[in-house]
T-cell receptor, first 114, second 113 residues
Framework: AQTVTQSQPEMSVQEAETVTLSCTYD???????LFWYKQPPSRQMILVIR??????QNATENRFSVNFQKAAKSFSLKISDSQLGDAAMYFC???????????FGGGTRVLVKP | DAGITQSPRHKVTETGTPVTLRCHQT?????MYWYRQDPGHGLRLIHY???????DKGEVSDGYSVSRSKTEDFLLTLESATSSQTSVYFC????????????FGQGTRLTVV
C-alpha cells in the first residue's frame, strides 16, 4: 500500500519569508500524481498545486512551487513571500495514475508571524 | 467552486444510534469518496464509489457502509455509532480524466457522545 509521510507537524514562518514543507511517499508505481492541499480554518480543502510524475519539470503556481525528486520519492512544497492568509494545514497527497484512491499524509500546520 | 454539498454540517448523536451523512454533487462526476479527518492522521479513506451501485472499501471501512443509488448522491451510514467515530467527515468527487483532481465538500463534524 502507498504511504505518504509528512515529518513536520508544524512550521513557523515570518511574513514575507519562505518556508518549505517536506513530503515523502512510498510507491512501486512509475506513473502517478502528487498534490498539495491547503486547509484553512474554514475547513475547506483547497488544491494548491499538482505534479505529474512523468514530468521532470517542477510545478509552480504563483508563490507556490514544488521540488519533485522522483528517485528519492520526495515532494516538497515551497511557499515564497509568505502571507498571513497562507496560515493553514497543508496536506501532501498521492494517487497512482490508473487508480481511484487519494492517499494523504498527516499534515503540516503552517503558522505565519506578522 | 465544484458543486458538492454535504449534509448535515454538524451533528451530535448518542452511542449506538444509526447516523447517515449525505453527499450531493451537481457535477455528474463518476467518482465519489468519503474520508474522515482526525488529528495526526490526515484524511483517511473510508469508502469510495466508481459509479451507481459500484462501491469499494477504503483503509478504515469497519463500522461504515455506503450506498449510491444515483450519480449525484453518495450516502455514508454508521449503523451503530461509537465514540471512536467522532471525527470530521469529508466527501470528495472526481471526474473521469486520469489527471482529474478531487474536489472536496465542506465537511461534517460528527460527535458521538
Amino acid at each position: 500500500a502507498q504511504t505518504v509521510t509528512q515529518s513536520q507537524p508544524e512550521m513557523s514562518v515570518q511574513e514575507a519569508e519562505t518556508v518549505t514543507l517536506s513530503c515523502t511517499y512510498d510507491t512501486s508505481e512509475s506513473d502517478y500524481y502528487l498534490f498539495w492541499y491547503k486547509q484553512p480554518p474554514s475547513r475547506q480543502m483547497i488544491l494548491v498545486i499538482r505534479q505529474e510524475a512523468y514530468k521532470q519539470q517542477n510545478a509552480t503556481e504563483n508563490r507556490f512551487s514544488v521540488n519533485f525528486q522522483k528517485a528519492a520519492k520526495s515532494f516538497s512544497l515551497k511557499i515564497s513571500d509568505s502571507q498571513l492568509g497562507d496560515a493553514a494545514m497543508y496536506f501532501c497527497a498521492y494517487r497512482k495514475a490508473a487508480g481511484n484512491k487519494l492517499t494523504f499524509g498527516g499534515g503540516t500546520r503552517v503558522l505565519v508571524k506578522p | 467552486d465544484a458543486g458538492i454539498t454535504q449534509s448535515p454540517r454538524h451533528k451530535v448523536t448518542e452511542t449506538g444510534t444509526p447516523v447517515t451523512l449525505r453527499c450531493h454533487q451537481t457535477e455528474n462526476h463518476r467518482y465519489m469518496y468519503w474520508y474522515r479527518q482526525d488529528p495526526g492522521h490526515g484524511l483517511r479513506l473510508i469508502h469510495y464509489s466508481y459509479g451507481v451501485k459500484d462501491t469499494d472499501k477504503g483503509e478504515v471501512s469497519d463500522g461504515y457502509s455506503v450506498s449510491r443509488s444515483k450519480t449525484e448522491d453518495f450516502l455514508l451510514t454508521l449503523e451503530s455509532a461509537t465514540s471512536s467515530q467522532t471525527s470530521v467527515y469529508f466527501c470528495a468527487i472526481r471526474g473521469d480524466r486520469v489527471s482529474a483532481e478531487a474536489f472536496f465538500g465542506q465537511g461534517t463534524r460528527l460527535t458521538v457522545v
